[in-house]
């Protein structure tokens, strides 16, 4: 009980809460802005309309998080203006270890583009946003591609430096992964 207490404080605190960062959407777009770290990892996941569909539900329902590790509260939908925690919870202890905020700033549903964006919230280790989009090619090639800038928000991110980017670097491979298997299998989110 402490834990699901603990989980809807911050949510509650997420939701009165705004982005600290006045990019709001570039993710939406192609260049992304200077004076954060930028990035774009981009795999292949299958061909055709069925693997397009499946990995574009996969990520809308958060799957690409969930296969990473991590735990979404509340669990619904990314849908524009939707505030979620992020959780990253270790083996054998009972509370989570790192709680993210975030609050989803786009989402796309298109013929040929499945996904969203969140930026953070105050609370969060770093400050800026993140993409997960799902395409399709006119060929049917499916691709899964990961966007973000980001700078460090929180004493300890700074703090970390490398392995902050390693970390974030980690957790992107992970997206890619369980989006990728996900459309192959046709494993539902969660």
Avoid: N
């Avoid at 969930?66 to 939707?82: I, L």
């Avoid at 202890?93 to 040929?112: E, G, H, S, Y």
């Amino acid at each position: 009980m402490v834990v699901k207490r603990s989980l809807q404080a911050a949510y509650f605190r997420a939701l009165a809460a705004e982005p600290g960062y006045a990019e709001v959407g570039a993710t939406e777009g192609r260049v992304l802005p200077g004076g954060y770290r930028t990035f774009r990892r981009r795999i292949r996941v299958g061909h055709g309309q069925d693997v397009f569909e499946r990995a574009g539900a996969h990520v809308l329902a958060w799957g690409a998080q969930r296969g990473a590790g991590f735990g979404v509260h509340p669990a619904a939908p990314a849908v524009p203006g939707a505030t979620a925690l992020v959780v990253l919870r270790l083996p054998g202890l009972p509370l989570p270890r790192l709680v993210i905020p975030c609050r989803v700033v786009w989402t796309v549903r298109a013929a040929d583009r499945i996904g969203f964006a969140y930026g953070t919230l105050p609370g969060h280790p770093e400050c800026g946003e993140e993409s997960f989009v799902v395409g399709r090619e006119a060929d049917g090639l499916v691709w899964f591609e990961v966007a973000a800038f980001s700078r460090p928000a929180r004493w300890y991110a700074r703090l970390g430096g490398p392995l902050t980017r390693f970390l974030q670097d980690l957790a992107t491979r992970r997206y890619l992964v369980s989006v990728a298997a996900a459309a192959r299998r046709g494993t539902p989110a969660g």
